[in-house]
């Protein structure tokens, strides 16, 4: 299960509103035969991919696979039939499949004569599909709000400049992140102030060869020549979400089949996402460094006395370079 969990969790590929799913097949005397992993809406399942690998070795064979295997035609076929047609004697698997559409794989198999058990790495395999799993729960994307803040909570300077807040090792470990989110989202005035490219790029500075969306929210237009509209190789278009509204601009991404956004905008879109009670993550950044002045990394949130602070709970520290990583989770 465990090679099962890291062939799903195979970076860079598009998944669009699909899990993360691997599966290894293992002959009778506990061989490997056969892997595959699932890449993308629209492409063959996790457990046909393996099967295709094996070709007949799978006759007889244990499929070990990260999720229930779906019993439904939805872009592609029931992968209980394609296991059942290739012989596939027994089936172990991490979590049920939590999608109604998809559901019922296991009790299909099972009254077919497959032996089945569930459960196996459930946690782990939750954990690498948190973003589906959040979509199918509340039908909107899985919102990481990033933050890179001096001691004293500022994100840019006086006069407004705001690069290197945090290192370099803070810088890298962001692109890290950003390349598990399927989205990257901005406000218009990032765009306006700061002209970021918005790419996915590896310790080198080279970019990766699957992009994130680059999508930008917010009323006013965009400089034609703003580098984030200029193509990158494996980024789709970036999409400017022309409204105000938090949760038209989740609702509309969640419908273009994306399931992580990942927020690096500015106070203002900072504020806005908290107001809507969006926010599902905080990864901030905190430099050792003073400004005694400047830009907050939030706008005003309405917070007039301690007692309403805003105070989410925390979920690791770590210590990145001379910066320290904050994982926090909102209590709602
Ligand atoms: C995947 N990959 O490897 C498995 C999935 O309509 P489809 O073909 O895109 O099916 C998507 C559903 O199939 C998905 O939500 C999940 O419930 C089930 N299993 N899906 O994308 C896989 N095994
Ligand atoms: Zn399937």
Redesign the pocket.
Known sequence: MDRALSLAATPGVPLG???R?G?VLLSADGEVVGEG??RG??TP???V?ALAAAGAAASGATAV?T?E??D?T???GP?TQALLAAGVRRVVHAMS?P?P???GGAATLRAAGVEVSGGLAEAEARALNRA?LHGLTHARPFVTWKLAATLDGRSAAADGTSRWVSGPESRLDTHRLRAEADTMLVGTSTILVDDPLLTVRDAHGAPLPHQPLRAVMGLRDLPADARVLQPVPGAPDTLHLRTRDVHGALAALYDAGRRHVFCEGGPTLAAALWEADVVDEVVCYTAPMLLGAGRSAVADLGVTTIADAVRPEVVDVTRVGDDVRWTLRPRR
């Open positions: 509103p699909n899990p799913v599966c992993y699932h809406a629209g399942h996790a457990e991919d696979v999720l295997p779906c439904h939805g872009r592609t992968c499949d999608n559409l998809a559901a589906w």
